[in-house]
C-alpha cells in the first residue's frame, strides 16, 4: 500500500476592512459597513522527511511573504481592492495574486517538501467564513 505523509502549516492574520456590497436584493450589507476578517494562509505539503531544522517553513519565514500584504489592507476599504461587490471570496482571491505563492512553493520545495496545495481562509465573523483553496501541479 503506498502512502503520502502529509503536512500543513497554518498561520493567522487579522485586518480590519470596511466594504459594502451592491446586491440585486435589499440587504443592509449595501451599507459601508466593517468586518474584523481573520485571515489563515496555509501549505499543504507531501514530506519524506522533515529538514534537520524539523520544519519546511518557519511562521516567521511565511510571515515575510504574507504580512506586507495584511498590513497594506488593513484599516482600508476592501472595496478599494477588489471592486463594487466587495465579498469574502474576492477578498480571497485578491490575497491570492498579492501574495507570492509561487516564491512560497519554490522555497518550500527545495527543503525535501512538495506543495500540494494552499488556502486561504477569511472570516468575517464567528458565522461566516469562507475557504478557498488552490491545488499545485
Known amino acids: 500500500m503506498m502512502t503520502q505523509r502529509l503536512l500543513e502549516i497554518c498561520k493567522d492574520y487579522r485586518a480590519s476592512m470596511a466594504h459594502r456590497i451592491a446586491l440585486a436584493y435589499d440587504t443592509k450589507c449595501r451599507n459601508l459597513h466593517g468586518h474584523n476578517y481573520l485571515i489563515t494562509i496555509c501549505l499543504k505539503a507531501h514530506v519524506t522527511e522533515l529538514p534537520e531544522v524539523g520544519y519546511y517553513m518557519d511562521f516567521t519565514e511565511l510571515d515575510e511573504y504574507v504580512k506586507p500584504v495584511i ?17 469574502a471570496e474576492r477578498l480571497a482571491m485578491y490575497l491570492e495574486s498579492a ?25 468575517e465573523n464567528d458565522k461566516s467564513r469562507i475557504d478557498y483553496s488552490v491545488v499545485v501541479e
Open 99 to 123: 501574495i507570492p505563492f509561487g516564491e512560497i512553493i519554490k522555497k518550500v520545495n527545495g527543503r525535501k517538501a512538495k506543495v500540494q496545495s494552499y488556502s486561504i481562509k477569511v472570516e
Open 71 to 87: 498590513d497594506r489592507i488593513d484599516h482600508k476599504s476592501l472595496n478599494d481592492y477588489v471592486g463594487d461587490n466587495a465579498s
